[in-house]
């Protein structure tokens, strides 16, 4: 069966530091997606990043970047320099890959609630 | 571009009434999803929509909740009978493929 945990519930931290969320999964599927969402305080979630199984690059985008690592089945997600609008409730989520009629179906973890104090 | 839209945004309803909420995709994404989220859980996967077909349930799905897609574009998904565990953000989400777009959400709130 496929599983997403987040052990992190909250994490609060001060404007300027750096701050990692982590991200440990399960999956039988050799072939899958690793994702991370953000849902800010009006709901919406919002899609940050997609990682294929095949691709284990670490990714840098501004002020983020993730560190994916099969051989511990994490994606760990780093936000440097935090600003108050980093404030959100942040998702990891996987799903298999869409070969042969795969629903491609989004299994989240229980989301970390970051908090950055000005 | 205009994203994934959902209405209503909010719903109060009475305990055995019965609600619908809609969910536009954006144009093109043949694949509709629609997840379930309770205070303070993950979005759980409900249904899924290739076009106009239906190809999975959760087993969450229970026979008082029913969903289509006619002509495969907008969604609809209707709970009968609602109860105080129905209370949730129901989430619509659409994709050409990979990447799952959401929507605003629509937050129920049974009495």
């Known amino acids: 069966a496929q599983k997403v945990t987040q052990a992190q519930t909250e994490i609060s931290v001060v404007e300027k530091e750096d701050v990692t969320l982590d991200c440990v999964y399960e999956?039988?599927?050799?072939?899958?997606?690793l994702f991370w969402y953000k849902q800010p305080p009006s709901g919406e979630l919002v899609f940050l990043i997609r990682?294929?199984?095949?691709?284990?690059q670490n990714e840098i985008s501004g002020r983020y970047s993730w560190n994916f690592q099969k051989s511990t089945s994490s994606f760990n997600f780093t936000i440097t320099a935090s600003q108050v609008v980093d404030s959100a409730v942040y998702f990891c989520a996987l799903s298999e890959a869409g070969y042969g009629g795969a629903t491609n179906k989004l299994i989240f973890g229980t989301g970390t609630l970051l908090a950055v104090q000005p | 571009d205009t994203g994934v839209s959902q209405n209503p945004r909010h719903k109060i309803t009475k305990r055995g009434q019965n609600v619908t909420f809609r969910c536009d995709p954006i144009s093109e994404h043949n694949r509709l999803y629609w997840y379930r989220q309770t205070l303070g859980q993950g979005p759980e996967f409900l249904t899924y929509?290739?076009?106009?077909?239906?190809?999975?349930k959760s087993r969450l799905l229970s026979d008082r909740f029913s969903a289509e897609r006619p002509k495969g574009s907008f969604s609809t998904l209707e709970i009968q009978r609602t109860e105080q565990g129905d209370s949730a953000m129901y989430l619509c989400?659409?994709?050409?493929?990979?990447?799952?777009?959401f929507g605003p959400g629509t937050r129920l709130l049974v009495l």
């Open positions: 990682r294929n199984s095949f691709d284990e």
């Open positions: 929509f290739q076009n106009e077909a239906q190809l999975e």
């Open positions: 999956t039988r599927d050799t072939t899958y997606y």
């Open positions: 989400a659409s994709t050409p493929y990979e990447t799952q777009y």
